[in-house]
């Protein structure tokens, strides 16, 4: 089993998770013998926060109560309010379940909290550009690894723009390996290109009982 972290905190971007938390959660195009996915949304407290979009969101857990090990993954999404230092002991966290061999999965500020801690300075890596993490994180040394894409996956690490949050999904959802690979990538290719025949080629990617 997996299990899936996603950090909540004030101003959260909804639409840089939807695709990622939807599918896990629903688990409606996952393989016949799927991983079991455990998907709960932590916090520094267990306090209430609102979101970009107005939405209030009572975390499950607290950073404390997760569990490290190579099978958990955290999600951590854009918001306008990383620089509160209460954030810090996620980003500490963050650096453990790197090194345990967990996976960490960053998209638009998350990926610059992550670069302001030095997380990012030996690491292939994008967010929402280069001169972006320049200018809001000072001690950025990671020039020589920022790929200018949507999202980059490395290894254990997977970050992504604002604008990157589809591909962002399709990579934590091949990490996870619950779609099959003809399911992903007909998936991928339905929702970036809405085209009906996408989503017939995707139905016909799923296995008996899920059509």
């Known amino acids: 089993m997996y299990n899936v972290y996603v950090y909540v905190l004030d101003t959260l971007a909804d639409w840089e998770l939807g695709h990622v938390t939807a599918e896990l959660n629903s688990g409606r195009f996952f393989k016949n013998g799927a991983p079991c996915i455990s998907l709960k949304t932590v916090s520094y407290s267990k306090e209430p926060i609102h979101t970009m979009g107005g939405m209030t969101v009572t975390p499950d857990c607290v950073i ?3 569990v490290m090990s190579e099978t958990s993954m955290l999600l951590l999404p854009g918001a306008d309010t990383w620089n509160d230092p209460r954030h810090g002991a996620i980003i500490k966290k963050a650096d453990e379940l790197l ?22 300075d030996g690491r292939p890596h994008t967010s929402n550009g280069a001169g972006f993490l320049e200018m809001v994180c000072p001690n950025y040394k990671g020039q ?23 591909l962002w999904a399709k990579q934590i959802l091949e990490r996870l390996g619950v779609f099959g ?20 080629a995707l139905m016909q990617t799923l296995p008996s009982g899920k059509e």
């Open 64 to 66: 404390d109560d997760m």
């Open 99 to 120: 090194s345990v061999g967990a996976a960490v999965c960053a998209i638009c500020g998350a990926a610059a909290a992550l670069a302001g801690f030095g997380l990012l």
């Open 144 to 166: 020589d690894f920022y790929i200018d894409k949507p999202s980059v996956a490395d290894n254990n690490l997977i970050t992504a723009g604002c604008t990157g949050g589809l």
């Open 181 to 200: 690979s003809d399911t992903l990538e007909a998936w991928y290719d339905y929702f970036s290109s809405g085209k009906l025949e996408s989503f017939f």
